[in-house]
């Protein structure tokens, strides 16, 4: 599904324009953004749960020459779905 789609989805679901619908779809993504920059957990029931996890420094290996290389630390976006979607797509 695309951006379109959504926003033409949300829309005739929720019974507004498509301009109402994207300037809402925005405003939820910027809002869990931002959240999630600073580092809170953001839980939508029914849908899932996403947080930041630090993921730690590691080496690794470049496939083409073979070389260690070396895999600095950082922040990683983790989504979590809830119970009631798990099984909706079964």
């Known amino acids: 599904m695309t951006k379109a789609e959504l ?12 301009k109402q619908a994207d300037a809402a779809l925005k405003a939820a993504v910027s809002a869990v953004s931002a959240a999630l920059k600073k580092g ?3 839980a939508i029931p029914g849908f899932g749960i996403f947080t930041v996890r630090q993921r730690a420094a590691r080496k690794g290996r470049n496939p083409r020459t073979g070389k260690v290389i070396e895999i600095p630390a950082r922040k990683v976006v983790v989504f979590r779905p809830a119970k009631d979607l798990r099984e909706s797509i079964k």
Do not use: D, L, N, P
């Open 40 to 42: 809170e957990r953001v």
């Open 7 to 18: 926003v033409s989805a949300i829309a005739k679901q929720a019974g507004i324009t498509k």
